[in-house]
């Protein structure tokens, strides 16, 4: 099986403007999470979906958010972008269930000038 | 804070044992899990452990898991210069989802 893909690997934007970042999971996989990992913070966790509903969140604000359409692929949006939002974004994806193992993307890295 | 704490980082030669610890907060986590990750790229499941076993072995890698500690760590035989990366442990909260809690990570320097 191809594992989880993410697209655009990098991404350059400015002050203001808003971003979205695209992860297929593994195919037959339900559950897709998002990440953001900085320097500053590590790896943090974003939001979770499943069977596109939003199945739990981290402490982020609204700028950011996220979706997953019914064949899985999910996609995150951050709004009015900060200098702080740069970081590798990750996303994992699981089967189902808390005893899947949990797989990573390779991750799309964005840098806000 | 990080709930799940790690040290910075490890050196260690070439054929030499590495080990790598960890602290959780969690005692919910059923499963604990160590990830690798590689220069400019995403994280890559080494291996986990389900919260009633005391050790896992897989191949070179050893688990070891300390529950009423809430201590974690991996031991890496023979380490080899490929092994150099920076190495996560994550914990699985039970009522949180799919979410996983990370730590800070170790950066392993794997000298020849």
């Known amino acids: 099986k191809a594992g989880v893909t993410q697209t655009p690997r990098y991404l350059i934007k400015t002050r203001g403007q808003q971003v979205t970042l695209s992860c297929s999971p593994i195919s037959g996989h339900r559950s897709v999470s998002w990440y953001q990992q900085t320097p500053g913070q590590g790896l943090q966790f974003l939001f979770e979906?499943?069977?596109?509903?939003?199945?739990n969140k981290g402490n982020f604000p609204g700028r950011f958010s996220g979706r997953q359409f019914s064949n899985s692929r999910s996609e995150m949006n951050v709004s009015t972008l900060e200098l702080g939002d740069s970081a590798l974004y990750l996303c994992?994806?699981?089967?189902?269930?808390?005893?899947?193992?949990?797989?990573f993307g390779p991750g799309t890295r964005l840098t806000v000038l | 804070g990080e709930d799940v704490e790690q040290s910075l980082f490890l050196s260690v030669r070439e054929g030499d044992s590495s080990v790598i610890n960890c602290t959780y907060t969690d005692s919910s986590s059923t499963y604990l899990y160590w990830y690798k990750q590689e220069p400019g790229a995403g994280l890559q499941l080494l291996t986990y452990i389900f919260s009633n076993m005391d050790m896992k072995q897989d191949q070179r890698l050893t688990v070891l898991l300390n529950k009423k500690d809430k201590h974690l760590s991996l031991r890496i035989a023979d380490t080899q210069t490929g092994d150099s990366a920076i190495y996560f442990c994550a914990e699985a909260p039970r009522n949180a989802g799919n979410m996983l809690t990370f730590g800070g990570g170790t950066r392993l320097m794997v000298k020849p």
């Open positions: 994992a994806s699981k089967e189902a269930g808390y005893t899947d193992t949990q797989y």
């Open positions: 979906y499943f069977s596109e509903t939003q199945r």
